[in-house]
């Protein structure tokens, strides 16, 4: 436990500085969707690793550590490399060959931990459980599913609002801040769908979903070039395949939670 204690003692010095993936609250607001459809079996498991911190609290630790040496092999958690414009098996195949250190193999391998091994430490089985809310919501970033030779977009310089930026950044941060909701807003806003819609969006498993993000990746490297002006036109045109990717990002967190702890 003592790792994981120390890594956490830092979140409040870096507060403010900037997060990969989502951003601060995009992580957010899918763990917090998440909260809201643990079955009451996990709720109590993962009570008993986390007590009453809610899941939100944590979406961002992966993020947060990557300050500190001794998790600086965690860095390709975060991702997979995929060449571009692939049919459904042609890219399955591919996501299968990608590292074991990138994010499909890694979370499954903690999915399996979780589930299976018992002999887990308190300590192993909080740091799993952090990394997996947040790779989780890694998956439904579409650029995180992006191609290596741009580094998932980070190599695309844009402007927004005048301002110098890559689209990686843009679908991290720029285009789910816009609205200035809370994260909790956010959920609030986004979490309101009957359940046979839900269950629709949580058809799958990881696989799956990589491919959903990975198509609006496909459809976002094919409406932006180098040194394109993006503003209001851009947020318009995105805000609701952003708001779509952090629900079904929620959502399948819980799945995935409900699956390890029911």
């Not at 049919?87 to 994010?103: M, R, V």
């Not at 459980?129 to 191609?147: C, K, N, T």
């Not at 890559?166 to 309101?192: A, C, G, P, Q, R």
Request: glycine fraction near 4%.
């Amino acid at each position: 436990m003592k790792r994981v204690l120390i890594a956490s003692s830092i979140i409040g010095s870096l507060f403010t500085t900037q997060a990969k993936a989502w951003g601060l609250t995009g992580h957010r607001v899918v763990a917090d969707i998440a909260q809201e459809h643990l079955c009451n079996k996990s709720k109590k498991e993962i009570k008993k690793l986390i007590g009453n911190q809610k899941l939100a609290y944590w979406a961002n630790w992966p993020d947060f550590i990557k300050s500190e040496k001794s998790y600086k092999y965690a860095d390709s958690y975060h991702y997979v490399n995929i060449q571009g414009n692939l049919d459904h098996d042609n890219f399955l195949i591919q996501l299968k060959q990608t590292p074991e250190d990138q994010l499909y193999h890694k979370a499954l391998f903690f999915i399996n931990e979780l589930k299976t091994n018992k002999e887990l430490s308190t300590e192993k089985k909080q740091e799993y459980l952090y990394f997996l809310i947040h790779m989780i919501g890694d998956a439904h970033q579409p650029l995180h599913v992006g191609r290596e030779e741009d580094l998932g977009g980070n190599k695309i310089k844009v402007e927004w609002f005048r301002e110098p930026s890559n689209i990686h950044t843009i679908w991290d941060s720029k285009l789910v801040d816009f609205d200035k909701y809370s994260f909790t807003e956010y959920t609030m806003i986004l979490n309101i769908h009957p359940k046979k819609y839900n269950k629709s969006l949580q058809e799958g498993w990881l696989e799956d979903w990589l491919f959903d993000s990975y198509q609006e990746a496909n459809k976002i490297y094919s409406n932006v070039k180098m040194d394109d002006k993006l503003s209001y036109r851009y947020h318009y045109d995105n805000k609701y395949i952003v708001e779509n990717q952090l629900l079904k990002g929620g959502l399948r967190l819980a799945k995935v939670l409900n699956y390890i702890y029911k």
